[in-house]
């Protein structure tokens, strides 16, 4: 038998920024396998959450279902196909006990009344009691398998008693599969659970759910819809490119009241785009504030910008005065002039070449 390959697509290329995250979008596939998976958050489903540090191609294997190869795996023909360690009884008291019926209450009073997982069409399902002992099979098939080829077992699981749901688990040939699997304690609430296996060798497989709840109170199921099917792979990538964030500088300046200051923008990037908060777009910046002031610059490269920012400290002009202790002198004689400023901290320089506060003329 041919099997057509599931049409899988990987979703458009896209273009990221460094540190930025990008949503895949597969699509096509029952189950979904993406590589490398180092950088996705969850690599088993149809559109995980991609964070490369570099320009990255991801690649997906997606998987689909043939066709079923369980017999009566819906129960619409009744208590046939199949065998088990149960014991077949329209009364599922006590444990133990199993019956194929549209409606779990009519074997058990206690038990709710549930639809089959798929009511349109059919109407059975596979009621169970179920009993305390391990590993015991509550349900068998044996089928002819191709050799080296993945399956996907699966069934659809509900309580239909919310006290301790089932536990139950997968094996074939003897061999458990996978890791056993708990139904909700939500009653007529279907549940899938599945396990991939291989068949290596094998042409023939017996495949088994079994019983691992081994508490009596409670524990009480149906089964509906199992499914035995080999999966059918196609691969299709999608590129996620990532553009590197320029790393952008700018020098803080220092100017007298009244002065200009020249603010020039770097890049690690060249062709870069500057846009500053004075809304001046270009490089370099030029300014005459009145007060220190902040300016801030963007840098943009390839959808990609970051900021810097830099500082104009404005120093005040000094207003200067100058007294003399004689304002009018014989020749001769001496007196001190003394200067004095607006700003403290002031430093002077005399047209004599001297530059203390006070210098002695005559």
């Not at 690649?59 to 046939?80: A, C, H, K, Q, R």
């Amino acid at each position: 038998q041919v099997f057509p390959a599931p049409v899988v697509d990987a979703g458009p290329d896209q273009t990221i920024c460094e540190g930025q995250s990008a949503q895949l979008q597969g699509s096509g596939a029952w189950l979904y396998n993406w590589t490398p998976a180092a950088t996705l958050d969850n690599p088993s489903i149809p559109n995980p959450v991609a964070t490369p540090t570099t320009t990255t191609t991801y690649y997906l294997t997606g998987f689909s279902l043939g066709p079923n190869i369980i017999f009566n795996g819906d129960f619409e023909l009744g208590n046939v196909g199949f065998v088990t360690d149960y014991l077949y009884n329209p009364n599922l008291i006590p444990e133990g006990n199993y019956y194929i019926t549209d409606n779990p209450r009519n074997t058990h009073p206690n038990f709710a009344q549930c639809q089959d997982h798929t009511p349109n069409p059919g109407d059975k399902m596979m009621v169970i009691n179920g009993a305390p002992v391990p590993n015991q099979r509550v349900w068998c098939q044996t089928v002819s398998v191709t050799p080296n080829t993945d399956y996907a077992f699966s069934t659809w699981i509900t309580s239909v008693h919310p006290l301790n749901p089932a536990v139950l688990q997968f094996s074939i040939n003897g061999q458990l599969l996978g890791t056993p699997f708990t139904a909700t304690n939500i009653v007529c609430n279907w549940q899938q659970f599945y396990q991939i296996w291989n068949s290596g060798t094998n042409t023939t497989a017996e495949i088994c759910i079994v019983n691992q709840n081994i508490i009596r109170n409670g524990n009480d199921f149906a089964l509906d819809d199992i499914s035995f099917a080999p999966l059918c792979s196609n691969i299709d990538s999608v590129t996620v490119y990532v553009n590197p964030v320029p790393n952008i500088t700018v020098f803080n300046d220092t100017i007298c009241e009244g002065e200009t200051a020249q603010l020039q923008a770097n890049s690690t990037i060249p062709n870069t785009s500057f846009s500053w908060n004075t809304g001046f777009n270009g490089n370099p910046l030029t300014v005459t504030p009145t007060s220190t002031t902040t300016y801030s610059v963007t840098g943009t490269s390839n959808g990609c910008s970051n900021s810097a920012t830099a500082t104009v400290v404005v120093n005040p002009v000094p207003l200067v005065n100058i007294t003399a202790t004689k304002t009018i002198i014989c020749q001769g004689e001496t007196t001190d002039l003394t200067a004095s400023s607006s700003v403290i901290g002031s430093t002077f320089i005399w047209s004599t070449g001297d530059n203390s506060p006070s210098i002695t003329v005559s």
